[in-house]
C-alpha cells in the first residue's frame, strides 16, 4: 500500500518549510495600542490579534508606575512578577501559555539563551 502524500509530510518536511517561510516572508510588525491604567490585582483587558497572515511572534510592553514608601527588598523575579497570569489563547480558543510573568521570563531565558 502506497502512503498519501499527507502521510510523507513528515516533520523534517515541516522545519524546512518553516525555515523557508521565516528567511522569505515579508517581516511586518504592527502596533496593537495601549491599555491601562490598571490597579494591583485588576484583571486586564482581552486583546484579540488580527487573524491575516502567519503570526511568529508577540511582543508585549508592560509599563509600572511604582511609589516605595518604605524600605524594601527587590524580588528574586522583579519585575516579571508584576504580571501575576498571562494568558494566550490560539484562534481556535486553545489555551497555548497559561503562567505567572516570571516563568514566562524563565521558559524564554531557557529557549532563547
Request: hydrophobic share 40%; aromatic share 8%; charged share 10%.
Amino acid at each position: 500500500m502506497q502512503a498519501t502524500p499527507q502521510q510523507q509530510y513528515g516533520a523534517a518536511n515541516n522545519l524546512a518549510d518553516t525555515r523557508t517561510l521565516l528567511r522569505t516572508g515579508i517581516h511586518y510588525e504592527q502596533f496593537v495600542g495601549t491599555f491601562g491604567a490598571y490597579q494591583p490585582g485588576q484583571s486586564c483587558t482581552t486583546i484579540k490579534l488580527n487573524n491575516a497572515g502567519i503570526l511568529t511572534g508577540l511582543r508585549i510592553v508592560v509599563q509600572a508606575d511604582m511609589t516605595v514608601t518604605s524600605p524594601v527588598t527587590a524580588s528574586p523575579f522583579a519585575p516579571y512578577n508584576l504580571l501575576s497570569n498571562i494568558t494566550l489563547r490560539d484562534f481556535a480558543g486553545i489555551s497555548r501559555i497559561n503562567l505567572p510573568g516570571h516563568q514566562l521570563y524563565a521558559i524564554l531565558c531557557a529557549r532563547y539563551g
